[in-house]
């Protein structure tokens, strides 16, 4: 398989592979396989998917007898799972070497912000009218409501410095960041797991769970092989 030429240190500003001091202050090359751009399209439309089915059943009034409910439960549902796949991303480039995967992390990262703002708004505006009184009523009944919104907060600053400037712009401490991700996979889980156990049914959150836990703990474990290994190499 062809490899891209761009390495997520060069888009989080690493200037490793320019040969110049100007060849380090011009954008990175972002050229890759031919068909990069139609695989990029193709997750680009397939993503609409979730959006596409609350619209259809809407048309078709197919959603339930609370069509509030189902819509933030699969705008909520559509985050997680974006954002599971998105944090797969680095993991299976590794074991696959297919460098060619990050090229799509932004856009996976950034489908579960949008899906995170449709899951938000469904609440504060369609289900509580922006009534604030309504909402601090809620949150009192259903504290999972908190661990959400920190879960939305901690996305933001994510989706802002998503872009390749940005990440230039931010250097390391763009990396330092992104790794806020983590933090959000485990308020999300935290969030699904809360709100049904309430419910008593708690197949899918440990599901999502397990995901969340196999793929922070490949994190850790290569970070701590990383570190062992960077010691050995000073030792020796
Ligand atoms: C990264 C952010 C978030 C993620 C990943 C997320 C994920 C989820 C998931 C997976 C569910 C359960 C869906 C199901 O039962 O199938 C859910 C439910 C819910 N979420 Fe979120 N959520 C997030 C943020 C928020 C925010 C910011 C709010 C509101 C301020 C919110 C309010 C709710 C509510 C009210 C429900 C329960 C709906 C019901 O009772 O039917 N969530 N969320």
């Not at 969340?212 to 010691?231: E, N, P, T, Y």
């Amino acid at each position: 398989m062809e490899s891209t030429t761009v390495s997520p240190r060069a888009v989080a500003g690493g200037t490793k592979s320019a040969a110049s001091p100007r060849a380090a202050q011009a954008r990175p090359a972002i050229s890759g396989p031919r068909w990069l751009p139609w695989a990029k399209g193709a997750v680009f439309v397939a993503a609409w998917y979730p959006l596409a089915r609350i619209v259809l059943f809407g048309m078709t009034d197919r959603l339930g007898a609370n069509p509030i409910e189902f819509i933030t439960r699969s705008t909520g549902l559509w985050t997680l799972v974006f954002l599971c796949i998105t944090l797969a991303v680095t993991p299976l480039r590794r074991m696959t070497g297919w460098s060619v995967l990050i090229r799509f992390r932004r856009m996976l990262g950034l489908y579960a912000f949008f899906y995170a703002v449709l899951h938000f708004t469904t609440y504060v505006w369609f289900d509580k009218w922006f009534d604030v009184a309504a909402m601090l009523k809620d949150v009192g009944k259903r504290p999972f409501i908190t661990v959400g919104f920190a879960a939305f907060v901690l996305l933001i600053p994510l989706a802002i410095t998503s872009t390749r400037a940005m990440a230039r712009k931010l250097g390391r401490r763009w990396q330092t960041l992104h790794r806020l991700v983590y933090a959000i996979g485990v308020l999300a889980i935290l969030h699904f797991w809360w709100m049904r156990s309430g419910k008593h049914d708690l197949v899918l959150p440990k599901l999502y769970g397990a995901i969340m836990v196999a793929l922070l703990g490949w994190r850790i474990g290569a970070w701590l092989i990383a570190r062992l290994k960077a010691r050995t190499a000073v030792r020796s």
